[in-house]
Antibody
Framework: EVQLVESGGGLVQPGGSLRLSCAAS????????MSWVRQAPGKGLEWVAN????????YYADSVKGRFTISRDNAKNSLYLQMNSLRAEDTAVYYC???????????WGQGTTVTVSS | DIQMTQSPSTLSASAGDRVTITCRAS??????LAWYQQKPGKAPKLLIY???SLESGVPSRFSGSGSGTEFTLTISCLQPDDFGTYYC??????????FGQGTRLEIK
């Protein structure tokens, strides 16, 4: 079964850090671009970051540039998001998603919740 | 950044109705548009990619059309299970991906 499972969410104070993980299974992880997409409470979807198969290209939304870092470990079939200098507006459910060659997100994880609050 | 504008924001329809949701891009995205359905507390589900291609396993009552800046998602015969929020998503480059604000579909 093709699956993405996120972990690492939680409650963190403003200015703090958190590292999210996403474990992939059921497909050749190293063959796909991967992404993080988030959704603030009661709001719409926001693309956060993309990473190429070999990590040679990484892209970020302006809202997280310079604070978040996307990475991957193809040997472990895992995707990561290091989040630093967290702000209240980063509070959201964070989804790991596979970016298909059709430029659509065809596989999504169940999401992990990040709450930034004092 | 490319802005995506969906309309309407909320839609109420009855089972059996034909429903259309529109998504407009602030500049041409050729056919790089996808549609998703999201139910409360769940991850989005891909319905349509490349503007008009139906994702595997998605019922044929869902269809997409358009190119350039104007796109539509049509549900030909609304079913009770089609409630939820629908999002369009554009791809202009790997550094420029945006979603519409969503259309909430309620079944009367």
């Amino acid at each position: 079964e093709v699956q993405l499972v996120e972990s690492g969410g939680g409650l963190v104070q403003p200015g703090g850090s958190l590292r999210l993980s996403c474990a992939a299974s059921g497909f050749t992880f190293s063959s796909y671009w991967m992404s993080w997409v988030r959704q603030a409470p009661g709001k719409g979807l926001e693309w956060v970051a993309n990473i190429k198969q070999d990590e040679s290209e990484k892209y970020y939304a302006d809202s997280v540039k310079g604070r978040f870092t996307i990475s991957r470990d193809n040997a472990k079939n895992s995707l990561y998001l290091q989040m630093n200098s967290l702000r209240a507006e980063d509070t959201a459910v964070y989804y790991c998603a596979r970016l298909h060659a059709t430029n659509a997100f065809d596989i999504w994880g169940q999401g992990t919740t990040v709450t930034v609050s004092s | 950044d490319i802005q995506m504008t969906q309309s309407p924001s909320t839609l109420s329809a009855s089972a059996g109705d034909r429903v259309t949701i529109t998504c407009r891009a602030s500049q041409s995205i050729r056919s790089w548009l996808a549609w998703y359905q999201q139910k409360p507390g769940k991850a989005p589900k891909l319905l349509i990619y490349k503007a008009s291609s139906l994702e595997s396993g998605v019922p044929s009552r869902f269809s997409g059309s358009g190119s350039g800046t104007e796109f539509t998602l049509t549900i030909s015969c609304l079913q009770p299970d089609d409630f939820g929020t629908y999002y369009c998503q554009q791809y202009n480059s790997y550094s420029s991906i945006t979603f519409g604000q969503g259309t909430r579909l309620e079944i009367k």
